[in-house]
């Protein structure tokens, strides 16, 4: 298993369409991958999971990826949210 | 933050059989509904704000669950719907599943906080298959308060 802390950059946070891309993003590994925010941890492969987390801008996610393509899936994952899931701000 | 969904859905936000087929239609008879209700005055401020947000990637989710939404300052807080369509309507949601349960959000455009955590409280609810086949058996509001009590 690989785990990342992030930060979450974008000024809307994890709203509905960042979290699409999030989960679409995650559903094409074949790895699992849980998100953790405060204790929380959810299915990073679930919309309304990840809408669960309620992250904000500034919040920080742990990302947990476990499987045969976890390090290019945390990767891909970590620069989308780096990227401010391709948002202007 | 805990938000308190009860407060925020009663009889004036809760629509328990929409009439409509068709997507956009959809968000029409919610946003008209919340029109008579009180709870929006600018009907085609709404109405756009929720178009034009649902035309940049639609808000059709997964498990039969759809989250319009849009950002127009012609409201000042937070406006929330909840409204159920039993056979379901195509709304190009995620898993391809026709959508029932609509959770419809309007917030102003500067706050988006009480608008995410919503969602958040919602979600949380409504990832448990036992919360939406409640749902979706309610025949009066009151047992539609019930299960986000």
Known sequence: MVTKKITVKNKLGLHARAAVKLVNLANRFESSVKIEKDGNIIDGKSVLGTLTLAATKGSSITLRIAGKDEEIALESLEALINDKFYENE | ?149
């Open chain 2, 1 to 149: 933050m805990k938000m308190n969904l009860k407060k925020l859905l009663g009889k004036e936000n809760v629509f328990l059989d929409l009439k409509s087929s068709s997507k956009k239609d959809i968000i029409k008879e919610m946003i008209d509904r919340l029109v008579v209700s009180g709870k929006i005055k600018d009907r085609e401020a709404a109405l756009e704000a929720v178009l034009t947000r649902e035309e940049k990637m639609s808000t059709g989710m997964e498990n039969g669950i759809a989250i319009p939404h849009g950002k127009t300052d012609s409201v000042d807080q937070l406006i929330t719907a909840v409204a159920l369509k039993k056979e379901g309507v195509d709304f190009d949601s995620m898993d391809g599943q026709v959508s029932t349960i609509f959770i419809m959000t309007i917030s102003p455009q500067s706050r988006s906080g009480p608008h995410i955590q919503f969602l958040a409280e919602v979600s949380k609810l409504l990832k448990e298959p036992e919360a939406r086949e409640m749902l979706l058996a309610a025949r009066t509001v009151e047992e539609v308060i019930r299960v986000f009590s």
